[in-house]
């Protein structure tokens, strides 16, 4: 085999027979082997966006939930799976219309859940319940009051 010229022997040695795909692609170094207490201990202390989000949802933390949900959205707007996450935290801090928005959007990108559906379907009522109906007076009081004055 001839040597290139600047191309050190023991160079040559270490990339004959190699392809140049496999010469160009990046090194990749192997991290030391931790035991499995280390991992256990590094992996219960550091949590996913959708794990932190669990975590808040359990001890009903939805302010905190909501923003860390809204994080997970902007990391991954096309991914479903923040949108539902936030869609039921905005339910259960009143804001309706957020969660039918979210909720919407998590069945527009693709979710397969059954929760994207209950939750937006939870949205539209609860919108619906809010919403004032022209021609009818829920409150019979303010019907009678109405009618004295009249």
């Given at each position: 085999m001839e040597v290139a010229e600047g191309v050190?022997?023991?160079?040559?040695?270490?990339?004959?027979g190699k392809s140049l795909?496999?010469?160009?692609?990046?090194?990749?170094?192997?991290a030391a082997v931790t035991t499995s207490t280390q991992a256990a201990k590094t992996r219960s202390s550091v949590f996913t966006v959708p794990e932190q989000f669990v975590q808040l949802a359990k001890?009903?933390?939805?302010?905190?939930a909501f923003a860390c949900a809204d994080k997970y959205v902007k990391q991954?707007?096309?991914?479903?799976?923040?949108?539902?996450?936030?869609?039921?935290?905005?339910?259960?801090?009143?804001h309706y219309q957020q969660a039918y928005n979210d909720a919407s959007r998590a069945l527009w990108l693709g979710s397969k859940h059954a929760t994207a559906n209950v939750l937006r379907n939870?949205?539209?009522?609860?919108l619906k319940s809010q919403t004032p109906r022209p021609g009818k007076?829920?409150?019979?009081?303010?019907?009678?009051r109405?009618?004295?004055q009249g």
């Open positions: 050190r022997p023991s160079a040559a040695l270490a990339i004959r795909r496999a010469l160009t692609r990046p090194t990749v170094i192997v001890q009903q933390r939805w302010q905190e991954q707007f096309t991914k479903p799976g923040g949108y539902e996450m936030r869609s039921l935290a905005a339910l259960k801090l009143g939870s949205a539209v009522n609860l007076i829920a409150d019979k009081k303010l019907a009678y109405n009618g004295l």
